[in-house]
């Protein structure tokens, strides 16, 4: 009789599939190949997805809208909306310098999935400090 091998890289016969990496890889993949778009009133789909908000060109904050599975129903373009109110209303930043890309996907189950990989992938600042914060004010992305 064979010893039980613990789940470990020492194991040569244990696979544990990455599941997320696989997600992320291939959210990154499609979301950089996205055009980017100024951020506008109107930009966006009334459909549910993920996006991201560039400022300078820098990546800076990833959301997502779920119109299936929230409360409030939020679509991709009623997320932009939200996010021009608010930038509209900040000092020391401009709308000119806010673009912004999205996915939409047939499932509501892989808005979650994707927003979570992208987060993880590019830690942007602004999911940090809380969009619509003070830091926003002053914030600068680094050089």
């Keep these: ?24 890889e291939q959210v990154v993949e499609k979301l950089e190949s ?27 904050y990833v959301g997502k809208a779920s119109k299936g599975t929230t409360k409030s129903k939020r679509t ?27 996915l939409i996907f047939k499932s509501e189950w892989w808005v979650f999935a994707a927003e979570l990989a992208m987060i993880t992938h590019y830690n942007p600042q602004w999911n940090l400090s809380g969009f619509g914060s003070v830091i926003i004010e002053a914030w600068q992305p680094p050089t």
């Design 34 to 60: 996205s055009p980017m778009l100024a951020l506008t009133q109107d930009v966006g789909p009334k459909e549910s997805g993920i996006y991201a908000l560039y400022y300078k060109g820098k990546l800076v």
């Design 76 to 102: 991709l373009r009623t997320r932009f909306c939200e996010h021009v109110g608010k930038i509209q209303g900040r000092k020391n930043i401009s709308l000119a310098d806010i673009k912004c890309r999205y």
């Design 1 to 24: 009789m064979q010893p039980v091998m613990s789940e470990s890289t020492e194991n040569p016969h244990f696979f544990d599939f990455d599941l997320d990496r696989g997600i992320r």
